[in-house]
């Protein structure tokens, strides 16, 4: 029915746009006190202004609900922020209704597709707390199967021989810093038929350079 793709579309649209304003608001934090913990961690991390600045990267600040409350402020549901996975919703023991921002005190990565669009978020925590790596789970506009960290950079970069696979974010930060070009990352998933075929469009050759350690050499094969 055309009533139900346009509701879907629409629907697509203002989640590709909660992101947006999320990733935003991340990337302007980041600058400020309440970022400052994200930030020494980049930097100690050997990145530069510059690199943060292209990979849109940013900080959630150690508060229970920031972002949730600035994305209502500025029109969205709460129903739309939870399916987006910016947001939690949890009822108390009384049955009152509470939310709470996902992502909290955690160095931000915004996941963009090859259209542009920020379509989820990995979070790496600040304090000694699992999981390490936060990632948004599957919603509308994302699944972790289909897509790879970077894929907005793969398109740019045009007549590439070969992409390199690698383990995490921080990896394809540092190698596009220090000049290497097609570098990405799988979402927290071993490789999967749906990103091989997505690699295949950007170049010939995949290099898998994975981790050293047991897991990594494991994951190669």
């Known amino acids: 029915k055309d009533e139900d793709y346009e509701r879907r579309r629409t629907q697509r649209e203002r989640l590709l746009n909660a992101n947006r304003e999320a990733a935003r608001f991340y990337h302007e934090t980041l600058f400020t006190p309440a970022g400052e913990a994200s930030l020494a961690y980049l930097r100690r991390r050997g990145l530069n ?52 921002d996902m992502f909290r ?36 506009v994302f699944n972790k199967r289909q897509g790879v960290y970077a894929a907005n950079l793969l398109r740019q970069q045009r007549h590439l021989e070969r992409v390199i696979l690698v383990e995490g974010y921080m990896d394809v930060v540092s190698l ?28 010939p050759q995949v290099y898998l350079g994975y981790d050293g350690d047991s897991a990594g050499q494991h994951a190669i094969l």
């Open 105 to 140: 005190n955690r160095a931000m990565f915004p996941i963009i597709n090859t259209h542009g669009n920020v379509i989820a978020f990995g979070g790496r925590t600040l304090e000694k707390r699992e999981p390490k790596y936060l990632n948004t789970s599957d919603t509308p």
């Open 49 to 100: 202004d510059n690199v943060i600045r292209k990979f849109g990267l940013g900080a959630s600040p150690d508060s229970w609900s920031a972002l949730s409350d600035r994305l209502l402020e500025k029109g969205w549901k709460l129903e739309e922020l939870v399916q987006a996975g910016l947001t939690v919703r949890k009822k108390n023991d009384d049955g009152k209704e509470r939310y709470f």
């Open 176 to 203: 596009t810093q220090f000049g290497v070009e097609g570098v990405c990352a799988t979402l927290g998933t071993a490789l999967t038929n749906e990103q091989a075929r997505l690699l295949h469009r950007f170049a």
